[in-house]
């Protein structure tokens, strides 16, 4: 089996940084692509940033120029460096890993929460 463990949420003030950590663990060969997501209350999950094991990444326009993805391949971790954090920032970031070998299919992790206050 698969795990994605998120961590680094917590309560930040408007302007502030925060830096999300994702680990995929267990029976894995190749990942092609890993990212996060998000969804705040009320509203519909959405891509925050994506990096594929190529080197490519994508970013929602929400957050390009305060945000940035990086990947550790050889640990299967995925980070998010948030900067210049915002208050329409506050949700559930979640992770996910496009395993192609053995599976062939996205896993999710369960999520982790960031607040940002005013």
């Known amino acids: ?23 995929a663990s267990g029976t894995i060969f190749k990942i092609y692509s890993m990212g996060w997501y998000r969804q705040a209350p009320e509203k519909q999950r959405e891509l925050v940033a994506l990096t594929t094991s190529g080197g490519s ?3 929602a326009d929400s957050v390009k120029g305060r945000f940035t993805i990086s990947r550790d391949n050889a640990n299967n971790t995925v980070y998010l460096e948030m900067n210049k954090l915002k208050l329409d920032d506050t949700a559930v970031y979640y992770c996910n890993a496009d395993i192609q070998r053995p599976y062939g299919m996205v896993f999710w992790g369960k999520g982790t929460l960031v607040t940002v206050s005013s």
């Open 1 to 23: 089996q698969v795990q994605l463990v998120e961590s680094g949420g917590g309560l930040v003030q408007s302007g502030g940084s925060l830096r999300l950590s994702c680990t």
């Open 57 to 59: 990444t994508n970013y």
